[in-house]
Nanobody, 118 residues
């Protein structure tokens, strides 16, 4: 599975960004998809995930609930992360991940940098 993430950039606090991750080399609907992030000097942490198929199950880290939204477009083999009300503490490299079984991630994208200025 190859994952290509994009959409990162520099935004002011309170602003919005939408990240995209395009998957190839797999049957997209058979994969659960997720987003993780890693801030400078910190470990990678979970952000959001969506189940395979129609994506009826969505889970979020407490730190982003109510501000971030994950979705998938199976016709485009793409998973999105809509990020609203961004805070400086959301600054990180964001990675998308794919899982062929449950939420056991076995493929990772290259990351896209999000910088939120105060």
């Amino acid at each position: 599975v190859q994952l290509q993430a994009s959409g990162g950039g520099l935004v002011q606090a309170g602003g919005s960004l939408r990240l995209s991750c395009v998957a190839s080399g797999t049957i997209f609907t058979a994969n659960s998809m997720g987003w993780y992030r890693q801030a400078p000097g910190k470990e990678r942490e979970f952000v959001a995930r969506v189940s395979d198929g129609g994506g009826r199950r969505k889970d979020y880290a407490d730190s982003v609930k109510g501000r971030f939204s994950i979705s998938r477009d199976n016709s485009q083999n793409t998973v999105y992360l809509q990020m609203n009300s961004l805070k400086p503490e959301d600054t990180a490299v964001y990675y998308c991940a794919a899982a062929r079984s449950g939420f056991r991630w076995d493929s990772w994208g290259q990351g896209t940098l999000v910088t939120v200025s105060s």
